[in-house]
């Protein structure tokens, strides 16, 4: 199995080759993309792609830690997390199934 990085320089590449914008509008065009997706992350918005997946923020709370080296417990401070749920068409499409009928609700 390869295990390649896609950067965002591939994507924007991938932009150029198949939209047929100049290089920069394609680089132009993937950063207004990826700009609104994490400005409306940070706002608390969730950023469904039909699809392919869910991102979206979860609140932590705080609670008790402990150090894996010295055992001694460790207050872990309330956070927000970044998650993402996948959809059933890209779960079907990474394990090279058929996706299930119906769509994705995810």
């Known amino acids: 199995m390869c295990m390649n990085t896609v950067t965002r320089a ?4 991938t ?15 993937l950063d207004t993309v990826l700009e609104r997706m994490s400005r409306a992350l940070q706002e608390g918005e ?4 039909s699809g392919f997946g869910t991102f979206s923020v ?5 609670r008790i830690g402990r150090n ?3 055992g001694i417990e460790v207050p872990i401070l309330p956070r ?7 959809s059933q068409v890209l779960k079907a499409y990474v394990n090279h199934q058929t996706p299930p009928v119906g769509g994705d609700d995810e």
């Open 10 to 13: 591939h994507l924007s590449e």
């Open 15 to 29: 932009i150029y080759t198949q939209v047929g914008l100049s290089r920069n509008e394609s680089a132009g065009l």
């Open 46 to 49: 969730s950023v469904k792609i």
């Open 58 to 62: 979860r609140q932590k709370g705080k």
């Open 68 to 70: 894996p080296k010295t």
């Open 80 to 86: 927000r997390v970044l998650v993402f749920r996948p």
